[in-house]
């Protein structure tokens, strides 16, 4: 969602029938098709999809039985930065940047956690390391939201609860 870069590619896609080391070829391909748009910006690229045919994306990998296994890799790419964002040290301030670039993928990673109740934990987990990013940088309106959500799908007296119910008073507090 909203575009990306190789890394995600790469963290995203690569399984034991697409190897990593074959990714970057395929991008580079798919922008000389037109089916992917690349934007070059220093020292990178980030790339995106028209909706159209990300939407045709979602729906051939839901048929292929794949949907839930790719957007578990990108829930856990997106662990992968807030673990660096809420790590409060020397790196804390590119992961910031990193997760506003990644935003719109935030987003879609907390909204597959809301219709997996089972992913319940790791979004605990997500908006324990992403507390100080949204303090910083909001919106704290729909952080709250999800939030709230979330914590209605965790059991009574658990662990994910507990975290879910600190990071949201702590933003209640902050907003």
Known sequence: ?????????????????L???QIVNLLGA??????????????GARYWLLDTIRQYGRQRLRELGEEAAV????????CAIAKIAGASDARQAEAFCQMDRERDNLWAALEFCLR????????????QDLFMYW??????NDVRRILASLTDMTPPESLPRACLLWVRACVAAAQ
């Open 116 to 127: 997996q109740p089972g992913e319940a934990a790791i979004a605990a987990e997500l908006a």
């Open 71 to 78: 957007q578990k890799r990108h829930l856990a790419w997106i």
């Open 19 to 21: 190897p990593e080391d």
């Open 135 to 140: 303090v910083c940088h909001g919106p704290l």
């Open 30 to 43: 798919l922008v000389e098709k037109s089916i992917l748009k690349r934007q070059l910006r220093g020292s």
């Open 1 to 17: 969602a909203g575009g990306f870069e190789e890394d995600a590619a790469i963290a995203v896609c690569a399984d034991a029938r």
